[in-house]
């Protein structure tokens, strides 16, 4: 099962979470896609990085 990185609900249908990809566009992910759980994330000038407990860590930058 898959969740969104935006929201932390499940993404059963695509298009379901259209304004979750829209502000994903903009922001970085708040729950990881593959646990559900909040991530904790850092912002800086160059980008952002996001680190799950069981997944490890995201990075834009």
Known sequence: MEYCAHCGEETREAGGHAACGAALQMEPPRFCGHCRRRM????TPRGWTARCVEHGLLTNA
């Open 40 to 43: 904790v994330v850092q912002v």
